[in-house]
Nanobody, 123 residues
């Protein structure tokens, strides 16, 4: 069994930056692709970013393209989400999960979700 533990959320002002971490505990995730999703109050969970198991491919939602970067170092059991130029619409609880099959932008393609970390962006 693997647990995904997110951290690094907080409150920032518009234009600020945060780095979220997602640590996998209990199993190596070297052979797993990983994704970040977010859920704002009253909205459905939405795709943010995805990194392939070999770290060769990264994919982003249009809304965060050019501002967010997903990364994971070789042998590192932690996935990061670097968020720059934050906007009020980025306010949400951010979740990471392991991709097991299907379309990378769909939440149903993932399992082993973490508990989430909250990001609040204020003007």
């Amino acid at each position: 069994q693997v647990r995904m533990i997110e951290s690094g959320g907080g409150s920032v002002q518009v234009g600020g930056s945060l780095r979220l971490s997602c640590a996998a505990v209990g199993r190596s995730i070297d052979n797993y692709s990983t994704g970040w999703f977010r859920q704002a109050p009253g909205k459905e969970r939405e795709f943010v970013a995805h990194i392939t198991w070999n770290r060769v491919g990264t994919y982003y939602a249009d809304s965060v393209m050019g501002r967010f970067t997903i990364s994971r170092a070789s042998g590192d059991n932690t996935v990061y989400l670097h968020m720059n130029d934050l906007k009020p619409e980025d306010t949400a609880v951010y979740y990471c999960a392991l991709h097991y099959m299907g379309t990378y932008s769909l939440a149903e393609s993932y399992s082993y979700w973490g508990q989430g970390t909250r990001v609040t962006v204020s003007s």
